[in-house]
């Protein structure tokens, strides 16, 4: 099946650093990649909608200055979050679907746990 | 925006017995996909069913698109059955993100 990586799978950081956070789609191409951010007990939220070749679309109150996007092949996606507070500490997770199914179905990667300290 | 609202919010089960998690969504939809989330906050793929009925081991979904709801049966469950199931559907566009429900938080007990 299509497999979506992540990395790093955790990180640390200290108020006002930047981080970067990787996702990558290894066995199909894909278009179209999803950010998503999670809180503890809460569903998934859909940040961002990263397209390779142009402009991300960010959804209504995501700062796309804060939240970097950058989709610079068929099979990456980067998310930066610039100069991070206690407040960003989530879980970010990305998906992708394969641009040659016929369907829609999307796969997500394993999740990246942000720390702000 | 498209509503997506699952029931029941929490479900205590002792192992071995069966139950029906339901997913109603306010519109159509492309895509309907359940997910497990296991507790490393992996989303495991479950099932891809915008319509009809799957089955898969012990799990099966049933996605009635014309009345806009979908339910995953979980039968003989098992410890390793615990943790959040999600529905999550699609804007009836192409290329579009999914939209979760809350999810089900499953605990089930030996």
């Not at chain 1, 066995?27 to 999803?34: E, G, H, I, L, S």
């Not at chain 1, 939220?45 to 989709?71: C, P, R």
Request: with cysteine; proline share 4%; charged share 15%.
């Amino acid at each position: 099946g299509a497999v979506v990586s992540q990395h790093p799978s955790w990180v640390i950081c200290k108020s006002g650093t930047s981080v970067k956070i990787e996702c990558r789609s290894l066995d199909f191409q894909a278009t179209t990649m999803f950010w998503y951010r999670q809180f503890p007990k809460q569903s998934l939220m859909l940040m961002a909608t990263s397209n390779e070749g142009s402009k991300a679309t960010y959804e209504q109150g995501v700062e796309k200055d804060k939240f970097l996007i950058n989709h610079a092949s068929l099979t990456l996606s980067t998310l930066t979050v610039t100069s991070a507070h206690p407040e960003d500490s989530s879980f970010y997770i990305c998906s992708a679907r394969d641009r040659l199914a016929a369907g829609y179905e999307q796969y997500f990667g394993p999740g990246t746990r942000l720390t702000v300290t | 925006g498209i509503q997506v609202e699952q029931s029941p919010p929490d479900l205590i089960l002792q192992e071995g017995a069966n139950s029906t998690l339901r997913c109603n969504f306010s519109d159509s939809v492309n895509n309907l996909q359940w997910f497990h989330q296991n507790p490393w906050g992996q989303l495991i793929n479950l099932f891809y069913i915008p319509s009809g009925t799957k089955q898969n081991g012990r799990l099966s979904a049933t996605t009635v698109a014309t009345e806009r709801y979908s339910l995953l049966y979980i039968s003989s469950s098992q410890t390793t059955d615990s943790g959040v199931y999600f529905c999550a559907v699609d804007l009836n566009q192409a290329g579009t993100a999914l939209i979760f429900g809350k999810g089900t938080t499953l605990s089930v007990s030996s």
